[in-house]
């Protein structure tokens, strides 16, 4: 079955850890997204590929990183930089472009609840 | 910048009524896309409906229908026949599409369904 994968489910990060969130689409989609969900705050993006190799920041990378080497991954990294990382992560995948007709659909992964200990 | 807005953080409905989930959005594009998707307790987000900002035709799924009106920039969800598995969080999302197709997000409504 096509979809996307998130792993693990639920993820512990003790202070000054770096932890990485893993990320995998079969759907063959070009563009891969993270956002991530906080109480009250709705869906809030984080970086956002477009093709491989390259990626863009969203509106809260700071304190996060990642890199699209595939097509199918999209791994994101919380550092220890980023100061209030709990919170629950959320990857998604889309066709791109523009038109009538066009599936725009995003696809979401189940999550990552990151917490910190 | 676009932003997206809900009102209502949280909803409750009677089994079997009528429910209207409001959403206004800002933007200076004249062709986008607005979804409304569902966050059950499970946290899986699942796509509900999607209306072409160019359609002036408002989008029906079975049970849930859009009322689009472009020029307010105003895009509210209607829930009909409301069952008890529709309780979850409702997000409305926009999106431009072209080179990126991000999402943009409101807040949730976090609907409950009485028996």
């Known amino acids: 079955d096509g979809g996307i994968t998130q792993s693990p489910k639920y993820l512990f990060r003790k202070e000054g850890q770096n932890v990485t969130l893993s990320c995998e689409q079969n759907?063959?989609?070009?563009?891969m997204y993270w956002y991530r969900q906080d109480p009250g705050q709705g869906l809030r993006l984080i970086y956002y590929s477009q093709i491989v190799n390259d990626f863009q920041k969203g509106d809260i990378a700071e304190g996060y990183s990642v890199s699209r080497e595939k097509k199918e991954s999209f791994p994101l990294t919380v550092t220890s930089a980023q100061k209030n990382p709990t919170a629950f992560y959320l990857c998604?995948?889309?066709?791109?472009?523009?038109?009538?007709?066009?599936?725009?659909?995003?696809?979401f992964g189940q999550g990552t609840r990151l917490t910190v200990v | 910048a676009q932003t997206v807005t809900q009102s209502q953080p949280e909803m409750s409905v009677q089994e079997a009524e009528t429910v209207t989930l409001s959403c206004t959005y800002d933007?200076?594009?004249?062709?986008?896309?607005l979804f409304w998707y569902k966050q059950p307790p499970s946290r899986q987000m699942i796509l509900v409906i999607r209306q072409e900002a160019y359609k002036q035709q408002n989008a029906t799924e079975n049970r849930f229908s859009v009322n689009f009106q472009k020029a307010a920039k105003s895009f509210s969800l209607k829930i009909s026949d409301s069952q008890l598995g529709d309780a979850a969080m409702y997000f409305c999302?926009?999106?431009?599409?072209?080179?990126?197709?991000?999402?943009?997000f409101g807040t949730g409504t976090l609907l409950a369904v009485q028996p």
């Open positions: 999302a926009y999106s431009y599409g072209g080179a990126t197709n991000k999402l943009i």
């Open positions: 933007t200076s594009e004249s062709d986008y896309y």
């Open positions: 759907l063959n989609h070009d563009a």
């Open positions: 998604a995948s889309s066709s791109l472009g523009q038109g009538a007709g066009l599936d725009t659909e995003a696809f």
